[in-house]
């Protein structure tokens, strides 16, 4: 593709030759020539000019000088993404039912669906027009797909579940598995509570590989619209994320705790039960959150605090040593 029609489909400004090639995208460090690029972060500066790849997306005001042709835009990262979606060709689809599918009774199954392989669609699954379930997948009883959502293969999904319109959910996942419900019996053994709620996930959600949302208790655990879930992410029973909700990977949410709309949790946050985080909140990685979190925080550490404070107590613990040294010294005078 002409360098000089990615920048007119990205409203870039271009400051190079238009009639450059372009073959693909790959790092800044990794190019080769046809390659397009990007660069936001400045420590990746230093590789300006000794890339290989023909052409560097930057921001606009961008003012050092390059050997590459650059794309100025308002967000590298942003444009980036759109280029990469001028590039990306989808694996052919399969169209209709497969043979080895095992569809129940009384199964609601819109337009221009596919269900894959070895598929199991239990009774009185309604799925919506153009949605996608492939191989090796299970749906339970009474379960409602919305429009133009996919279903990767060995993903399950639960009895009595309600998945939304145009959701993505990958690889591996279970959704609507029992929450972790126990009675404590006066022996010390443990008897199982029955888990009769249900997993809403509201449209636009993409939940990734090998993660597991459970069934509430009774009532609802829910995804709100447009949250993005990453690979290996636990959520408890009764749990209620809002919308637009970043979880990255290795995230642990425990039961009936709520989170906030546009909340970044990064990966390996733990969040107790009973706990509300409020409203664009950014808990960085590893943070222990182990009461309410306001809205608007920024919060690290474990037990986790305001991040300034935190990075100001660490500055104190990486001298603690030194410190110590001193106070002998004194002592031994």
Request: proline residues 2%; aromatic residues 6%; hydrophobic residues 40%.
């Amino acid at each position: 593709m002409k360098l000089g029609i990615i920048a007119e489909k990205i409203d870039a400004v271009l400051e190079g030759d238009a009639e450059i090639e372009i073959n693909g995208l790959e790092s800044i460090d990794n190019s080769i020539s046809g390659d397009i690029t990007f660069l936001t972060n400045s420590k990746y500066d230093e590789f300006i000019n000794i890339t290989n790849a023909s052409a560097i997306i930057v921001k606009n005001d961008f003012s050092k000088k390059s050997k590459c042709a650059l794309l100025k835009v308002d967000d590298p990262d942003k444009a980036f993404g759109e280029v990469a979606s001028l590039f990306y060709v989808k694996p052919p689809k399969r169209d209709g039912i497969h043979s080895s599918a095992f569809i129940s009774e009384n199964v609601t199954i819109g337009k221009n669906v596919t269900i894959g392989p070895n598929c199991t669609i239990e009774k009185n699954v309604t799925i919506g027009d153009d949605s996608i379930i492939d191989a090796n997948a299970f749906i339970g009883y009474g379960t409602v797909i919305g429009k133009n959502s996919h279903l990767f293969p060995c993903v399950s999904i639960r009895e009595y579940c309600s998945i939304g319109n145009n959701v993505i959910i990958h690889n591996g996942t279970v959704i609507g598995s029992d929450g972790f419900g126990y009675s404590l019996e006066q022996n010390g053994t443990r008897k199982k509570i029955p888990q009769l709620g249900v997993v809403i996930i509201e449209d636009n959600v993409e939940i990734g590989a090998n993660s597991c949302v459970d069934r509430a208790r009774f009532g609802k655990t829910v995804i709100g619209k447009g949250s993005k879930v990453d690979n290996l992410v636990q959520i408890a029973h009764n749990v209620s994320i809002g919308e637009n909700v970043v979880i990255c990977g290795q995230v642990g949410i425990a039961g009936s705790s709520k989170i906030g709309n546009k909340t970044i949790l990064a990966g390996q946050v733990g969040v107790s039960g009973h706990l509300k985080v409020g409203e664009n909140v950014i808990a960085n990685a590893q943070s222990g959150i182990v009461k309410n979190v306001k809205s608007g925080s920024h919060v690290m550490g474990m037990p986790a605090v305001d991040h300034k404070n935190f990075n100001k107590s660490y500055a104190i613990f990486l001298k603690l040593d030194e410190l110590r040294k001193k106070i002998l010294s004194f002592k031994n005078k």
